[in-house]
Each structure stands twice: as structure tokens, then as C-alpha cells.
Nanobody
Framework: VQLQASGGGLVQAGGSLRLSCTGS????????MAWFRQAPGKEREFVAV???????SYDNSVKGRFTISRDNAKNTVYLQMNSLKPEDTAVYFC????????????????????WGQGTLVTVSS
């Protein structure tokens, strides 16, 4: 099983980026896929999750600015990031669960079984 993330880069504050993460080795459509991020010197934190049935959940720090979506036919999850701020600078990781735990479990990395390698997003002020 592999998750391949891409789309990171350098952008000015107020700009936009779209991250992609494509999975292989199993079917992901029936289970949650999510994005986490880790800023320098900080712990990995939850950003957004896409659950079956189209349900989504976001961390308050990105709500209204970021949108998670997925294309199940392509085993791909996206993160559209708008109105980026310098504090959004981090390595972004995609993750996929092999279960369907309660939502609160999906706000933690423990809710996930497979992880991508990370893609760096740098937002300049």
C-alpha cells in the first residue's frame, strides 16, 4: 500500500495551492482519507478528513479556507488551500484509514493506518 502526495511549493500569503494524494495497493473509497501537517518544531496536527458519504471535517484553523475532496475512481484525495497564511507553512501528509472509526478518532493520527511521504508547503509573508 502506498500514498503519494504532491502539489506543495512556495506561495505568498493570500495565495492558493492544491495538494493531491493518490493511493495504490488497495481500495480507499470506503474509508476515511485525511490531511495532517507538521510545522518545524511542532507536533503533527490534523487538518481535514473526508469520510464516506461525502462527510468532511476540518480543524478550526483552516475552516473556511481549505477544502478537502476526493475522487474515488482515482483513489485520490485533494486539499484546496486558499487564503494561505505564513502559519500554514508545514509538511503536509496524507493519511488513509482501513477502518471507519468515530469522527473524534479521525482527528488524531491514531485513526489512520497508511501515510504518505509528505509535501512541503511554504507560505511567505
Amino acid at each position: 500500500v502506498q500514498l503519494q502526495a504532491s502539489g506543495g511549493g512556495l506561495v505568498q500569503a493570500g495565495g492558493s495551492l492544491r495538494l493531491s494524494c493518490t493511493g495504490s495497493g488497495r481500495t480507499f473509497s470506503s474509508h476515511p482519507m485525511a490531511w495532517f501537517r507538521q510545522a518545524p518544531g511542532k507536533e503533527r496536527e490534523f487538518v481535514a478528513v473526508s469520510r464516506r458519504g461525502g462527510m468532511t471535517s476540518y480543524d478550526n484553523s483552516v475552516k473556511g479556507r481549505f477544502t478537502i475532496s476526493r475522487d474515488n475512481a482515482k483513489n485520490t484525495v485533494y486539499l484546496q488551500m486558499n487564503s494561505l497564511k505564513p502559519e500554514d507553512t508545514a509538511v503536509y501528509f496524507c493519511a488513509a484509514s482501513r477502518r471507519n472509526p468515530v469522527l473524534s478518532a479521525l482527528w488524531s493520527s491514531e485513526g489512520y493506518d497508511d501515510w504518505g511521504q509528505g509535501t512541503l508547503v511554504t507560505v511567505s509573508s
